[in-house]
């Protein structure tokens, strides 16, 4: 953990497998107390800048987001000090104004997930309740608006994300359902994650690619793969373009809100934490050791 020097991890998502450009490119194997992640993540320098990439679904897609190990995924980059996170998601368009290719940053999630006790580190002896008003990064989030905005995409900074389970997609009473709740787009993989790192210490952002209008759009044809697909590979493209100029404006040093997460969030007293689950949440609670 503090052998390493903070870093920047990128989470891909569909159609995001790979990154090119690194320098000194090698892939790692972590193990981790809840498993192997997702793939072996990719590491190397991106514009100066130590990153680390990671596949969501693993190199061809092989992972559905119910299956995700959204904890070993983070524990492993978090034990290789990772500080701050763009995580690249495909998403439904729940707005008429919000077209596919479009990128949205949101600001906000909901959560209509069923296995959320597989979304925390906490446990186990070690009782821990982060702050999650304000689930996305907003300096991070700042950072990806202004260079998506160079890189000519049209954005849309801030909305929520609602997030199911999948692997279905919407029926259209759930789709309608959604919009008439105020909600800007659909997927089944972020939020998790977004939980996971504010636990981690670690600020997130999310990159949201829209590639359909879920189902509630009559006049289109409902979601189906071969339609997310057809836009999955220009929103990749945008994705890389946005990535690559985002890095490195990230700033050298952790110092953001995000970075001190736990401060007044660990109920637990330390004499009482038990050993095991402090070996097992070393990278996370290294601090307060």
């Not at 119910?66 to 070993?72: F, I, K, M, V």
């Not at 980059?77 to 495909?90: F, P």
Request: contains cysteine.
């Amino acid at each position: 953990m503090t052998d390493f020097p903070p870093s920047i991890g990128i989470i891909g998502g569909s159609g995001l497998y790979d990154l090119e450009g690194f320098e000194e490119r090698e892939e790692i194997r972590v193990e981790t107390p809840y498993g192997l992640p997702s793939d072996p993540l990719i590491t190397g320098k991106l514009a100066g800048r130590r990153v680390y990439f990671l596949p969501r679904h693993g190199k061809g897609h092989r992972i559905l987001p119910t299956e995700l190990n959204h904890r070993a995924n983070i524990w492993a980059l978090r034990s290789l000090n990772v500080r701050w996170i763009i995580a690249v998601t495909a998403v439904g368009s729940l707005k008429e104004e919000y077209a596919p290719r479009d990128v949205v940053l949101p600001d906000q999630f909901f959560d209509r997930t069923s296995r959320r006790e597989h979304h925390t580190f906490f446990g186990r002896g070690i009782v821990g309740h982060v702050a999650f008003a304000d689930p996305i990064s907003a300096g991070l989030r700042t950072l990806l608006a202004a260079e998506a905005q160079k890189a000519g995409a049209r954005v849309h900074n801030g909305g929520t994300y609602v997030n199911m389970d999948g692997p279905a997609f919407s029926t259209r009473a759930e789709s309608n359902a959604n919009r008439q709740l105020g909600f800007d787009v659909i997927g089944m993989t972020n939020l998790p994650e977004a939980k996971l790192a504010r636990e981690a210490e670690i600020a997130l952002a999310t990159l949201a690619m829209i590639t359909d209008y879920d189902c509630w759009k009559t006049d289109e044809a409902h979601v189906t793969v071969d339609a997310v697909m057809a836009h999955v590979s220009a929103n990749v493209a945008m994705a890389k373009r946005i990535i690559a100029g985002v890095i490195p404006q990230i700033p050298m040093e952790p110092t953001w809100p995000e970075h001190q997460a736990l401060d007044g969030a660990l109920m637990t007293d330390r004499k009482l934490w038990p050993e095991e689950t402090v070996t097992a949440l070393k990278p996370i609670l290294q601090r307060f050791l």
